[in-house]
């Protein structure tokens, strides 16, 4: 089990180890006891999401679902290719206003590990591509909030694109004028 830090320390990178042969490969994608043997201990998830998007440069995101109802999300790509952020607002954070952005594609197996107090989103970066995350809570939608994708200082790998939003994104509020609701708590 390879586990790498990111430039925010609660931000991990997760590879499982895969299996090849002539048939392809077999991959244990989730274990919590060999992470917790290689030294990451994890929440219990609750629910685990799948969805495809058809267009090249469909972005989903920045979410978040406040608490009670704050998620911890491990996000990996099931089909083609993705660039998978998370922003750090938890009030008081060292790394405040930071993020992280990994290219998770079916082919490198790369998983990120996203706690809560964080946005998430992602950019797709081929067409027909899936993404597969486990969460530590349910969805509320009474919870559930969104940040602009623009406005958060990312470098998005597709510069320059229009990307392709969901109406909820298209009128999300900016970084600037999101009141958290998450504080660090080191
Ligand atoms: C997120 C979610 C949505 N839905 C429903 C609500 C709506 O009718 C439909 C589509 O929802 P959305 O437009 O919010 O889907 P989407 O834009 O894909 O939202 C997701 O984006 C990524 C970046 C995340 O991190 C997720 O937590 C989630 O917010 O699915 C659920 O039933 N359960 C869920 O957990």
């Known amino acids: 089990m390879d586990i790498t830090p990111t430039s925010i320390k609660d931000v991990v990178v997760i590879v499982p180890p895969r299996f090849g042969d002539h048939r392809g490969f077999f991959s244990e ?8 043997a290689a030294g990451l201990s994890l929440p219990e998830f609750v629910q685990d999401n799948h969805s495809l998007s058809r267009e090249i440069g469909t972005v989903r995101g920045l979410h978040f679902q406040s608490p009670p109802h704050a998620q911890g999300k491990l996000v990996r790509c099931g089909r083609g290719r993705l660039f998978d952020v998370a922003v750090d607002v938890r009030r008081g954070s060292p790394t405040f206003g930071n993020w992280v952005g990994e290219e998770l594609t079916f082919e490198n197996g790369k998983q990120l590990w996203i706690p809560a107090g964080f946005l998430h989103g992602f950019m797709t970066l081929e067409a027909d591509t899936e993404i597969v995350y486990k969460c530590t809570d349910g969805y509320a939608p ?24 969901s109406g909820k994104d298209e009128a999300a509020q900016t970084l600037d004028a999101f009141d958290t609701p998450f504080s660090y708590e080191g």
């Open 29 to 36: 994608s989730w274990n919590r006891a060999k992470l917790e």
């Open 142 to 165: 009474d919870c559930d909030g969104a940040v602009r994708w623009d406005s958060c200082g990312i470098e998005w790998p597709l510069d320059g694109i229009t990307p392709v939003l």
